[in-house]
């Protein structure tokens, strides 16, 4: 089996997926011979989605982590799985029945629904095809789908037991709500921008005439349509402007009701008049400050957010906006428009339709978090127990207190959503019963709620509530219903619960600690007894190379897939201008993306696309995703497969199991196998810290600057120049490091490591299973580090930068080869000596050199330019016209002098330190020392040539 001559991504990893999959290298360990157990549960992407920039830099920390402890001899489960995405998916299928000029009302519930499962079997793959072409080494034998039998069983155990224990209620709370989908949606799917309204002032007049010469208050909101809405006018309870006003009543234009004057600390004197409405069914903030005054509650809206018959004869079913209109027409007409002035807001939009959301007071399912269970603890309670104690830990640790601080303030969650498609809540109502007093029985089926409300006397007719579950409930059972946990639990397990729960480490964006993180940690906690993780690893959120999130309306959405496969120009341009929701934005779009891929984007390959998400995988909310850092590793894994080829070439098809002779071992060899074994304990040492950024940089770095760049090309001396037993010890050393490197990377860039090392392992004598899948992850050999050697390589390395840097400084043509002198001072030292003369055939060689000449001092009247390293001068001994280097020399030093000008100009400028980036200030400092530091070497020597020249 020969290797190709050019490293092809595309056909290595259309080869080796589908052998790892169908080897079953994937499945779930179950060994009871294995000490440890590692298991991550993928963060279920919607069903019916694509794989985006986001799922991919969350797959690939997820597979790195456990290819590891999957070679480290772990019992290794990642646990796959797809959510059915309520919200997204319904809005997919209903989009699809409006091209067909269809509505799911038209449908009906039933036909409905069988549209979207038909929906969900013909895309509910794509994902985790996608998934796959990442190289994600999931089950997939134990897939799950929230909707799927034994999930939805789950679902439906938890929420009644939830519901007999008090934890779960049925109350009127103020929602979010999307009048476009007409459901409650989370906090997480409202998409609050700032946008350019109006704030209107108001006359407010009081009830019983003037006060004081005044006729009334003057109101500011900026909603002006839900003045219908309200039950108070507020001030601050300090503001003196108002306190002599606190308790009067006013008249609520429009309506002519009466309404009090009250004082709360939630006004903000420095808004508008530091008067404000009161309108407790239509925003939370005066949703809370009604139930701390008793107030009552007026809905105005219709769930369309069309105004209901709670508002005038004239008003009623009229759009909001346009009863704002027509609201603000009739009080400029009555003179109680007082003014008008932009204003610059938040506005809620919902995520999925980009319409104006409505805090809107509905009948809402909740789970109770803050009030005690049966065994006197709240969900909220056991959730911060359990991190406090330190049971689940943190990293970076800072997100504690994100979790802490939303768990010490958390509010009851409204988990019913007002869809079709999703868990139906498993309440039944007494349809016999007035509207708004009717009985409702939670079981488990229709048959046990009948049995239920017969027992209380009724024996009619029984309807179920037609609400859904919020998707985020069977999210937050993910930990055990994934594991088949059977609500007889513990005494009635399996064992992947047995083994897998809890998980070893949740991999997620900080985006949903709240929504998800905190809740799996109530739920799992509340149900099992367990934790759900021992670890939660927090990554920021990938953005553009701007720092820009990437979304469809901006434009800048790049699809994981086009990175590995490459995507031409026009496509690319299709794909972003495509289903957009503002049309008049494709022009931009296309014009931005000629502009930044004028040749479309080029085929990187999955693994070079996996080492750039884990490089990026730095402590911090944003990450900057850079293209070209793509190109960077795909040019690493082209090194890499060119440096095998040429191990390979050199080796043989079998090295002979003879071990190298110690005098053979040269300091290179040492060095290199030194150096290996502090990378394998750095490799161990940053995955288990979580920093994969770290552990990234330590593997490039000693493949390309010392594998590559270094130990090679002094292989290629000792094998040229060296004996037989030199030689063997060189190819040797040179495939049993290239070997122990390709398990090293393996769990970042599966693909290339398991093509190479299916050559390489064979030929090192180290094929001990048939794939690096489930190779031992190295681990490093103290007894190995040499540091003599590394100290000796360190003066090596040095001495051959500065002949190089003498070389450009004299612009020598890099062809030429020429001899260099080595001053080793006085007194002489004969072992410093030795180890010179043992670097001569390798300087020779990476230097251009044709002989290295040791003495004790340089002669006095050399006038060629010297480098000194540690104790040594060093001089190429070449003839040099003095006048042609004095003129270059000087004209180098004025050069520099001028840019160590221009770097302090604009250091001194306080202006630019304060506003330009961090990094732009640093370079600017580094440009001063790194030219500084070259003029102390260039002055001297044109102090020389000037004594020579009679001009000093």
């Keep these: 089996m020969t290797l190709d001559k050019s490293f092809e991504p595309k056909a290595i990893e259309s080869r080796w997926y589908p052998y790892w999959e169908e080897h079953g290298y994937f499945r779930a360990g179950f060994d009871p011979g294995r000490k440890n157990a590692y298991c991550i549960l993928m963060p279920p992407p919607n069903v019916t989605g694509t794989l985006h920039m986001g799922h991919g830099f969350n797959q690939t920390i997820i597979d790195t982590l456990v290819r590891w402890r999957r070679m480290s001899g772990d019992n290794v489960l990642l646990q796959p799985g797809t959510d059915h995405a309520g919200i997204a998916t319904q809005i997919v299928v209903e989009r699809q029945l409006e091209r067909e000029g269809l509505t799911r009302y038209d449908l009906g519930r039933e036909k409905f629904l069988e549209r979207v499962w038909q929906w969900k079997e013909y895309s509910g793959g794509t994902i985790t095809r996608q998934m796959r072409r990442l190289g994600t080494s999931a089950d997939w034998t134990r897939e799950r789908f ?4 034994g999930l939805s069983r789950t679902v439906l155990e938890v929420f009644v037991r939830l519901y007999r224990e008090g934890l779960i209620y049925r109350g009127k709370r103020l929602v979010n709500w999307d009048p476009k989908l007409r459901t409650a949606v989370s906090d997480l799917e409202v998409s609050a921008e700032e946008e350019e309204g109006f704030l209107w002032s108001i006359l407010y007049p009081f009830a019983d005439g003037p006060i004081d010469g005044r006729a009334g208050v003057v109101v500011a ?3 002006p349509e839900t003045l219908f809405g309200d039950v108070a006018v507020m001030v601050h309870p300090e503001d003196p402007r108002y306190q002599a006003l606190i308790g009067k009543e006013v008249i609520l234009p429009l309506v002519g009701r009466r309404i009090p004057i009250i004082a709360d600390p939630a006004v903000d004197p420095s808004f508008g008049t530091g008067c404000v ?32 018959d709670n508002v005038p004869p004239a008003y009623r079913g009229l759009d909001r906006f346009v009863a704002r209109e027509k609201a603000v027409a009739e009080l400029q007409a009555q003179g109680l428009l007082v003014e008008v002035k932009p204003h610059t807001m938040m506005v809620p939009r919902g995520e999925r339709t980009g319409v104006v959301l409505e805090p809107v007071l509905t009948d809402q399912w909740f789970v109770a978090t803050t009030k005690p269970g049966p065994d006197g603890k709240s969900l909220a309670q056991k959730a911060l127990e359990v991190v406090e104690d330190g049971s689940i830990r943190f990293f970076p640790e800072n997100w504690v207190n994100t979790y802490r601080q939303w768990l010490v303030n958390i509010q009851d969650w409204c988990i019913s959503r007002q869809l079709w498609w999703g868990h139906q809540i498993p309440a039944w109502y007494a349809d ?15 048959a046990e709620a009948r049995a239920l409300a017969a027992a209380e006397g009724y024996t009619g007719k029984l309807t179920r509530d037609p609400d859904v579950l919020d ?9 055990f219903s994934t594991l088949d946990w059977t609500p007889e639990y513990p005494a009635k397990s399996n064992p992947a619960l047995d083994l897998y729960l809890p998980s070893s480490v949740l991999v997620t964006g900080f985006d949903i600690i709240f929504f998800w993180v905190a809740r799996m940690v109530m739920m799992t906690t509340h149900i099992t007894g367990k934790i759900p993780f021992k670890h939660v690893y927090v990554h920021g959120l990938i953005r553009d190379a701007e720092g820009q999130k990437m979304s469809k309306s901006k434009g800048n959405v790049l699809d994981p897939i086009d990175l590995i496969d490459g995507i031409d120009l026009e496509s690319l341009i299709q794909k972003r201008t495509t289903g957009l929701m503002n049309p008049k934005q494709a022009e931009a779009i296309a014009e931005r993306t000629r502009k930044e891929f004028p040749n479309g984007i080029p085929a990187f390959g999955a693994d070079a696309l996996r080492f750039t998400f884990a490089s990026l995988a730095s402590p911090g909310r944003d990450i900057k995703f850079d293209l070209g850092r793509c190109e960077g590793y795909r040019n690493f894994c082209n090194k890499l497969w060119n440096a095998t080829r040429f191990v390979l070439m050199n080796v043989g098809e079998r090295l002979p199991d003879t071990p190298a002779a110690p005098e053979a071992l040269g300091f290179a060899e040492r060095w290199i196998v030194s150096r290996l074994q502090r990378v394998e304990a750095e490799a161990q040492r940053q995955l288990s810290d979580y920093r994969f950024d770290l552990y990234a940089k330590a593997l490039y770095e000693f493949v390309w600057d010392e594998y590559c760049d270094w130990y090679l090309e ?11 037993a030199v030689r063997h010890a060189t190819r040797r050393t040179l495939i049993r490091v290239l070997e122990a490197v390709l398990r090293l990377l393996h769990p970042v860039i599966p693909f290339i490591t398991e093509e190479l090392w299916q050559h390489v392992a064979p030929v090192a004598g180290r094929k001990v299973s048939d794939s ?27 001495i051959t930068r500065a002949v190089r840097g003498l070389r450009a400084e004299m612009k020598l043509n890099p062809g030429e080869r020429v001899p260099l002198a080595v001053a080793l001072g006085e007194p002489s030292d004969e072992a410093l000596a030795a180890t010179i003369a043992g670097f001569v055939p390798y300087l020779e060689a990476l230097a251009r050199l044709t002989e290295v000449r040791t003495l004790a001092r340089l002669p006095e009247d050399a ?20 006048a042609k280097e004095h003129e270059r020399l000087a004209k180098e030093i004025a050069r520099l002098h001028a840019e160590i000008a221009k770097a302090k100009k604009k250091l001194e400028n306080p202006s630019f330190v304060e506003r330009a980036p961090a990094e732009v200030v640093a370079q600017e400092r580094e440009r001063i020392e790194r030219f500084s530091a070259t003029l102390a070497q260039l002055e001297p020597q044109l102090a020389r040539l000037e004594r020579h020249l009679g001009r000093g």
């Design 772 to 798: 690096i899948m489930v190779a031992p992850y190295p681990v490093a050999e103290p007894e190995k580090l040499d540091e003599a050697a590394e100290r000796e390589m360190a003066l090596f390395q040095a």
């Design 277 to 308: 409405k009161v309108t407790p069914a239509h925003d939370a903030n005066d949703y809370a400050v009604a139930q701390r005054h008793g107030l009552p509650m007026i809905n105005i809206f219709r769930l369309d957010a069309h105004l209901n």
């Design 714 to 724: 002094l292989a290629k001396v000792r094998l040229a120049q060296g004996d037989e």
């Design 863 to 882: 006038l060629a330019p010297v480098a000194a390293v540690e104790t040594l001068q060093l001089m190429l001994d070449v003839p040099i016209d003095a």
């Design 146 to 149: 929230t909707m799927d039998e």
């Design 432 to 446: 016999e019963d007035p509207a708004e007093h009717r009985r409702f029985w939670v079981a488990h089926d229709e």
């Design 471 to 479: 998707t985020w409930f069977s999210s937050a059972l993910w930990p």
């Design 221 to 223: 909101t900026t909603r």
